[in-house]
């Protein structure tokens, strides 16, 4: 009799090559995921482990600081300038990448527990350049990729100390904050007068001719009715319908009925122009005394606003 012949075979090397380094990638995953929770404040902020404050600081004119609280789990984004030096007849050092963050966190009083820097392309257009990305990115994937990418040139050109497991756990803590999460202030523009006129060949800019700053409240309980109008606003803006900027969305702390707009800085033609663009009465506009107000005009979105076409 005789025996049976099975199709039984050995494991070829080459597969257990295969097998142990997947094997090896697989522990290796797990052993820096340990160490990134045992030894990164990011990671521990991220997965709950730890408490604490992450501030981000976009270097560009003006700068951009993103204060991250986890007990909060809240962004507070600013912008800030560094105080001009006085006139000296010996020239300031330099100052690092780092020390400037500090230096304008301190312009701004802010306290945190990790600070993180990062040099973008354009430094002139970059606060512009964030508010739209921060009202439109979730409708638009491309500025995801614009932002990636900017992340590599900076890390490549040493223009950033954010290491690469830091900007995915921070990309992946702001996918998972809503726009209520965020809460954008803004520096008023300063009216400044020169003592010296300047030449008669420099077109001079009247003091008025610039946006209307408004900030957006949801008093309505429609979610997602303050970024809505921002979008619209910020449409009429591009097509040259109205000068006007958005610099704060935010839920109002009740709930209204009625739609109103508050006028705080008396440009009385514009906050009108804002309400025929709202399709908003001369009734529902308000005027109010305020010199702590950083925004010339607030909007407060009630349940019979109807969102213009």
């Given at each position: 009799m005789g025996l049976p012949s099975g199709n039984h075979s050995m494991e070829s090397p080459r597969n257990k090559i295969k097998n142990f380094l997947i094997?090896?990638?697989?522990?290796?995953?797990?052993?820096?995921?340990?160490?990134?929770?045992?030894?990164?404040?990011?990671?521990?902020?991220?997965?709950?482990?730890?408490?604490?404050?992450?501030?981000?600081?976009?270097?560009?004119?003006?700068?951009?600081?993103?204060?991250?609280?986890?007990?909060?789990?809240?962004?507070?984004?600013?912008?800030?300038?560094?105080?001009?030096?006085?006139?000296?007849?010996?020239?300031?050092?330099?100052?690092?990448?780092?020390?400037?963050?500090?230096?304008?966190?301190?312009?701004?009083?802010?306290?945190?527990?990790?600070?993180?820097?990062?040099?973008?392309?354009?430094?002139?257009?970059?606060?512009?350049?964030?508010?739209?990305?921060?009202?439109?990115w979730r409708y638009n994937p491309l500025l995801c990729v614009e932002y990636m990418y900017g992340y590599a040139r900076a890390l490549a050109g040493k223009k950033t100390n954010i290491w690469p497991h830091e900007f995915l756990l921070l990309s992946f803590g702001v996918i998972n904050l809503e726009m209520t999460d965020f809460s954008l202030q803004s520096d008023p523009p300063k009216n400044t007068k020169n003592k010296t006129a300047p030449p008669e060949s420099a077109p001079q800019r009247p003091a008025d001719d610039r946006p209307l700053i408004v900030g957006i409240f949801n008093a309505s309980g429609e979610k997602g009715a303050a970024l809505k109008l921002s979008q619209y606003l910020a449409s009429l803006n591009e097509k040259g319908l109205m000068k006007v900027d958005v610099i704060e969305k935010d839920n109002y702390h009740k709930m209204e009925n009625d739609t109103k707009i508050i006028d705080f800085t008396g440009k009385t033609k514009e906050v009108k122009q804002l309400s025929l663009n709202l399709g908003l009465r001369d009734s529902e506009i308000f005027k109010e005394t305020n010199p702590d107000a950083y925004y010339d005009a607030k909007i407060i979105i009630g349940k019979n606003f109807k969102m213009p076409k």
């Open positions: 094997l090896a990638a697989f522990l290796a995953l797990v052993l820096g995921g340990w160490y990134l929770q045992q030894k990164s404040f990011i990671a521990r902020l991220y997965t709950g482990a730890g408490k604490g404050t992450v501030a981000v600081v976009m270097l560009a004119e003006p700068a951009v600081i993103m204060d991250f609280s986890s007990e909060k789990n809240s962004v507070t984004v600013s912008n800030a300038v560094l105080p001009k030096p006085k006139n000296n007849k010996n020239p300031l050092p330099e100052l690092t990448y780092m020390e400037t963050a500090q230096k304008l966190l301190e312009s701004k009083n802010i306290k945190t527990d990790i600070l993180k820097y990062y040099v973008p392309r354009s430094k002139d257009a970059a606060w512009d350049d964030f508010k739209n990305v921060l009202s439109s």
